[in-house]
């Protein structure tokens, strides 16, 4: 049973993208520090008949490992609101003294953690501190994320690049496979190297595919 001290509560604010699971993590490791409930948030600015497999995926990692930290997990809509707005509404809500976001240029988070995002977000939030988490890149965030990577390739069918276990056709594309931890998908990171240079791509996929014969 968790008691609280000093009044304080921690809300982790998480955005579609790899780098959720460790913000949690942090925040949930400050909750069991401060003896402070703990609040996850994701912000969705996307429309009610909209569908994303890969980011539903997401959500429901992100649900379960802040249930088993002992938290709660909470999806606010934007309707038309800023996505700062809804945060600072949320937090009021919820009593919130410390906010945790992160900071990565290798997701979508980047369009909320650069420009006047933070600025907003700090002259509505009052008394309420802000934690800026500077997440890692790709290859060092792999090892926490990530199960260990093996060989593997991209094969192309009916216009699509699909993962497979063997290669298949001209189109065939060699790389390491990465696959997230915690998932019964094969959704993961693919890193090819290009010109001397590591590239990664994003791959969502529910079973394995082997090249016709």
Same mark, same amino acid.
């Given at each position: 049973m968790?008691?609280?001290?000093?009044?304080?509560?921690?809300?982790?604010?998480?955005?579609?993208?790899?780098?959720g699971?460790?913000?949690i993590?942090?925040g949930s490791?400050?909750?069991?520090?401060?003896g402070?409930?703990?609040?996850v948030?994701?912000?969705?600015?996307?429309?009610?008949?909209?569908?994303?497999?890969?980011k539903?995926?997401?959500l429901?990692?992100?649900?379960k490992?802040?249930?088993?930290? /002992?938290?709660? @997990?909470?999806i606010?809509k934007?309707?038309g609101?800023?996505?700062?707005?809804? #945060? +600072?509404e949320t937090?009021q809500?919820?009593k919130?003294?410390?906010?945790i976001?992160?900071?990565s240029?290798?997701?979508?988070?980047q369009e909320?953690t650069?420009g006047?995002?933070?600025?907003?977000?700090?002259e509505?939030l009052?008394?309420?501190?802000?934690?800026?988490?500077?997440v890692?890149?790709?290859?060092?965030?792999?090892?926490?994320?990530?199960e260990?990577?093996?060989?593997?390739?991209?094969v192309?069918r009916d216009g699509?690049?699909?993962?497979?276990?063997?290669p298949?056709?001209?189109d065939?594309?060699? /790389?390491?496979? @990465?696959?997230?931890?915690?998932?019964d998908f094969?959704?993961?990171?693919?890193? #090819? +190297?290009r010109?001397?240079?590591?590239?990664y791509?994003?791959?969502?996929?529910?079973?394995?595919?082997?090249p016709?014969?």
């Amino acid at each position: 049973m968790m008691t609280e001290m000093n009044n304080e509560s921690i809300m982790v604010c998480v955005h579609y993208g790899p780098h959720g699971q460790r913000l949690i993590q942090r925040g949930s490791e400050l909750s069991r520090l401060l003896g402070a409930p703990l609040y996850v948030l994701t912000v969705d600015a996307t429309t009610d008949h909209e569908y994303n497999q890969n980011k539903e995926q997401y959500l429901s990692g992100w649900e379960k490992q802040t249930k088993d930290a /002992g938290g709660s @997990f909470l999806i606010r809509k934007c309707n038309g609101k800023k996505t700062a707005e809804v #945060i +600072v509404e949320t937090a009021q809500e919820k009593k919130v003294t410390q906010i945790i976001i992160g900071q990565s240029s290798q997701t979508l988070w980047q369009e909320i953690t650069r420009g006047n995002f933070v600025n907003d977000l700090i002259e509505q939030l009052g008394p309420i501190d802000l934690h800026i988490v500077a997440v890692q890149r790709y290859p060092e965030l792999l090892e926490h994320s990530h199960e260990k990577g093996f060989s593997a390739y991209l094969v192309k069918r009916d216009g699509n690049y699909v993962l497979s276990e063997e290669p298949g056709g001209e189109d065939t594309i060699k /790389g390491i496979f @990465f696959r997230e931890l915690d998932t019964d998908f094969n959704s993961g990171l693919f890193k #090819i +190297v290009r010109n001397g240079e590591a590239q990664y791509l994003r791959i969502l996929q529910s079973e394995w595919v082997k090249p016709h014969s």
